[in-house]
């Protein structure tokens, strides 16, 4: 079982944007489909974005356009650049694998994103 560490989460208002990182110890990393999810209060967790082990990348309509997943295989870590912030994308933000193609039983602590002014 491996270790997921998020950080980057933050305050900011709408229209801002933050960067979210996940540091991955997952000794396939670099071949694993990686993605985002969040849960905002009193909803499920969602998928939000996800890229393959070869960079192809694949995003909820919701953040299609503002939001952009990477990953840099070197330092297993995987990003999440977030731009055009609306209250709407205020949850807690996870990384783990892409729960579409692989089993996922256990979460990192997660990094809350709140959109307010």
């Known amino acids: 079982q491996g270790q997921l560490v998020e950080s980057g989460g933050g305050l900011v208002q709408p229209g801002g944007s933050l960067r979210l990182s996940c540091a991955a110890s997952l000794s396939s990393f670099r071949v694993y489909a990686m993605a985002w999810y969040r849960q905002a209060p009193g909803k499920q967790r969602e998928l939000v974005a996800a890229?393959?082990?070869?960079?192809?990348?694949n995003y909820a309509d919701s953040v299609k356009g503002r939001f952009t997943i990477s990953r840099d295989t070197a330092k297993n870590t995987v990003y999440l650049q977030m731009n055009s912030l609306k209250p709407e994308d205020t949850a807690v933000y996870y990384c783990n694998r892409d729960w579409r193609v692989a089993t996922v039983d256990y979460w990192g602590q997660g990094t809350q994103v709140t959109v307010s002014s």
């Open positions: 890229i393959t082990g070869g960079g192809s990348r």
